[in-house]
């Protein structure tokens, strides 16, 4: 089965210590995303990549970090130097359809710092 | 900058009825896309709709379908026949045309549909 892959579930970390939160998909997609979802918030993207070895930072970077070294990969870590890093964590790819970037999303990462 | 503005925080509908969830943006681009996710309890975000802003048409997927204003900046879904499962947080998203494919999403709605 062709899809995005997000592990784990749910993340419990101490503050003070970095975290990865990992992202997977084998459609072959070149483009890959990181979104945070806070509660009345929506969607705000952290990082994205359009192709292996590059990545961009999006509208909340800070604080994050991430690689893009296999295109079915596109981990995500999260530093010490996040001031808020509780929130549920979207992955998502993308390809080109009828002119448009339509993303697919991950089943998310609920991160729980304390 | 693109923003995507959902005003309604909440809304609720009878089954089997229609409901219309409502989304502006603004935008100086006149070439773009505008989408729909839908966010069930499952927290799985789904593709729901999309609409080319060059085409006048109204996008429909099944019982969702979209009334796309350009003038107004505006684009909003309609529900027909609303079921249980339709109960999610709706989120409108705007896309550029051209090789950025970032979207920018609003805040979303939380529908409820009632049995």
């Known amino acids: 089965d062709g899809g995005i892959t997000q592990s784990p579930k749910y993340l419990f970390r101490k503050e003070g210590q970095n975290v990865t939160l990992s992202c997977e998909q084998n459609?072959?997609?070149?483009?890959m995303y990181w979104y945070r979802q806070d509660p009345g918030q929506g969607l705000r993207l952290i990082y994205y990549?359009?192709?292996?070895?590059?990545?961009q930072k999006g509208d909340i970077a800070e604080g994050y970090s991430v690689s893009r070294e296999k295109k079915e990969s596109f981990p995500l870590t999260v530093t010490s130097a996040q001031k808020n890093p509780t929130a549920f964590y979207l992955c998502?790819?993308?390809?080109?359809?009828?002119?448009?970037?339509?993303?697919?999303f991950g089943p998310g990462t609920r991160l729980t710092v304390t | 900058a693109q923003t995507v503005t959902q005003s309604q925080p909440e809304m609720s509908v009878q089954e089997a009825e229609t409901v219309t969830l409502s989304c502006t943006y603004d935008?100086?681009?006149?070439?773009?896309?505008l989408f729909w996710y839908k966010q069930p309890p499952s927290r799985q975000m789904i593709l729901v709709i999309r609409?080319?802003?060059?085409?006048?048409q109204n996008a429909t997927e099944n019982r969702f379908s979209v009334n796309f204003q350009k003038a107004a900046k505006s684009f909003s879904l309609k529900i027909s026949d609303s079921q249980l499962g339709d109960t999610a947080m709706y989120f409108c998203?705007?896309?550029?045309?051209?090789?950025?494919?970032?979207?920018?999403f609003g805040k979303g709605i939380t529908l409820s549909v009632r049995p």
């Open positions: 998203a705007f896309q550029e045309a051209g090789a950025n494919s970032k979207l920018t």
């Open positions: 935008t100086s681009e006149n070439n773009y896309y």
């Open positions: 990549s359009q192709i292996v070895n590059d990545f």
């Open positions: 998502a790819s993308s390809r080109l359809r009828r002119g448009s970037y339509e993303q697919y």
């Open positions: 609409q080319e802003a060059y085409k006048q």
């Open positions: 459609l072959n997609h070149d483009a």
